[in-house]
């Protein structure tokens, strides 16, 4: 089984994806837990000491954004092989996003970490589908907007695994949209997908009515926070097509978005069957750090 995770930070973004053949990969580093962790939890420590996990084999920082970067500091606890990020942000365009956010370590460790990684990647690929037994990523990574919103330049994650297929965006809004739906590629991957990760927490700036209409996915997960964001979970539930979860309390039922303020972490394992799938209980530049 393919499986993915979406923590339930307090704010931000964080997915741990295990593959088939035991490849582990995370998607940006968000930190905190609506559940029994409280605010300190760190879903890498968590990877490290729960999970067994030693190394992982790849990380996929959508944007350079604080609320996507406050597990930074366990970055080298798990030792990546591989990071992707939107490399063509220059350092200049990354501190003055984040000016607001008093450009404390996260910013830094980022930054240094960005320095580090700039190998070219030694075959095997390890995003390529022979490589995490028939899991494959294909990323796009949206570039014409100003660096001053570094929200539209987030990277976009596809993942295709025995006929499932799993949109993960980071926090991109319509500008960034717009441009990926010229891209014929784009489109023709992303057209009805099953499993959608809500852009920008579900709120309305990262609604686009024509991504959806081409999209039409079978279920919609929104990594909220408690305040401003999921204020387009209504459009999504009207955009999406419905799939069976599975509760904590036990049974079943059928859903159309599922939120991680609300149902905490969500888990997706998908299999063999075609649009198959469960919630149980419970591009950038690829490069090798530098030596």
Not at 85 to 102: K, V
Not at 153 to 177: F, K, M, Q
Not at 264 to 284: A, D, F, H, L, T
Request: hydrophobic share 30%; with cysteine; proline share 7%.
């Amino acid at each position: 089984m393919l499986q993915l995770v979406v923590w339930d930070v307090q704010h931000g973004s964080a997915i741990y994806i295990r593959t088939p053949n035991g490849q582990h990969f995370a998607v940006d580093l968000g930190t905190g837990s609506y559940g029994q962790q409280g605010r300190s939890f760190s879903p890498l420590l968590h990877l490290k000491n729960v999970y067994k996990v030693q190394q992982l084999d790849g990380v996929i920082i959508t944007h350079p954004h604080r609320d996507h970067l406050d597990d930074i500091s366990n970055f080298d606890t798990l030792n990546p092989r591989v990071l992707t990020r939107p490399s063509h942000l220059t350092e200049q365009d990354i501190r003055a996003a984040n000016e607001e956010s008093g450009g404390d370590g996260a910013i830094e460790k980022y930054i240094e970490i960005n320095r580090r990684y700039i190998h070219p990647v030694e075959p095997p690929d390890p995003y390529a589908e022979e490589t995490n037994g028939g899991v494959a990523f294909s990323t796009f990574c949206p570039k014409e907007s100003a660096p001053s919103n570094l929200n539209n330049h987030c990277i976009v994650t596809l993942i295709s695994y025995a006929g499932s297929r799993l949109l993960i965006p980071g926090d991109n809004e319509r500008p960034s949209w717009d441009e990926l739906l010229q891209n014929s590629a784009f489109v023709s991957a992303t057209k009805h997908i099953d499993l959608l990760i809500a852009p920008h927490h579900g709120r309305e700036s990262g609604f686009s009515a024509e991504l959806m209409d081409n999209m039409s996915p079978r279920l919609t997960v929104i990594s909220d926070g408690p305040f401003c964001d999921s204020s387009a979970t209504g459009r999504y539930g009207e955009k999406t097509r419905g799939w069976m979860v599975h509760k904590r309390s036990g049974g079943t039922e059928d859903r159309k978005c599922v939120t991680t303020r609300n149902d905490k972490v969500v888990v997706i394992e998908c299999g063999p069957n075609p649009g198959s799938g469960r919630w149980p209980q419970g591009v950038g530049q690829q490069t090798r750090r530098g030596k």
